[in-house]
């Protein structure tokens, strides 16, 4: 089972940096929708990422068009604050796909709204106040919508409990 998180035209390299960490600590590829609002030489970037870059499968694509012929009929989940559906009363379970894809717009715009509404079906929001709130952050949308994919998924991957290292000599 694989959650992919893909970033359409993201401009803020900290945001990229944080969402590609936590890509590499959920085993999620990180898809970035150009045009980038930065270098990928960013300090920015890079020091939000860490050194967790190694640890992230990263594939880029030239525009949105792109992205839906690599697409090629796979899942597809748009991140929107325009949408009717709540991201955790859908089904991220994973039966039959052994992959979905989570689009996230720019965090200026969003995505774009000709796109969306042609896609209605396959919007998800985040419940939020939207009258003193103009949008979440980014990085923290994109980690709340992967780790509830992954909490119905039982975490596939990943560690559930933590071992402190003296536990480990035992």
């Known amino acids: 089972m694989t959650n992919h998180i893909v970033l359409f035209e993201p401009l803020i390299p900290a945001n990229t940096g944080n969402i590609a960490r936590t890509c590499a600590a959920t085993n999620s590829p990180l898809h970035l929708i150009e045009p980038l609002g930065f270098s990928t030489d960013d300090k920015h970037l890079k020091r939000a990422g ?6 992230v499968d990263i594939t ?3 525009d949105l068009p792109s992205f839906l012929e690599y697409l090629n009929g796979r899942k597809l989940f ?21 992959e979905q894809f989570f689009l996230f717009g720019k965090e200026t715009t969003g995505l ?59």
């Not at 089904?91 to 052994?98: F, G, I, P, V």
Request: charged fraction near 30%; hydrophobic fraction near 35%.
């Open 50 to 55: 860490l050194d967790y870059w190694d640890a």
């Open 60 to 62: 880029y694509h030239k």
């Open 78 to 98: 748009l991140i929107s604050k325009f949408s009717h559906k709540v991201y955790s009363e859908e089904n991220l379970a994973l039966t039959e796909e052994k």
């Open 112 to 170: 774009p709204e000709e796109f969306m509404r042609e896609n209605e079906e396959k919007c998800l929001r985040i419940p939020m106040n939207d009258t003193h709130v103009r949008s979440l952050n980014l990085s923290n949308t994109v980690a709340m919508v992967v780790y509830e994919a992954l909490r119905q998924q039982n975490f596939p991957g990943l560690e559930a409990t933590h071992h402190y290292e003296h536990d480990k000599l035992d």
